[in-house]
């Protein structure tokens, strides 16, 4: 059977602010792909840059460096 765990996946900016929710609530264990389309979370296009990913759990955190060039 499957574990099941509330995770949180966001995005932040090189100042450190978040600008973007990519995915929060249970999920199920196993692989999963997230799509962004850019766009922080009002809409707007974000700049060219490096961002961090952080993926957050229960026991879980875990921060990924990232390149976006639109």
Known sequence: M???AHL???LYNVAGRKVRTLAEGLQ???WHQL????????GGPLPRGVYF???KGR???KSIKSLFLP
């Not at 799509?35 to 009002?42: E, K, L, N, V």
């Open 59 to 61: 026991v879980f955190d």
């Open 35 to 42: 799509r962004w389309d850019g766009r922080d979370d009002r």
């Open 8 to 10: 949180a996946v966001d």
């Open 53 to 55: 990913c952080r993926l």
């Open 2 to 4: 499957a574990k099941v």
């Open 28 to 30: 199920a264990a196993g």
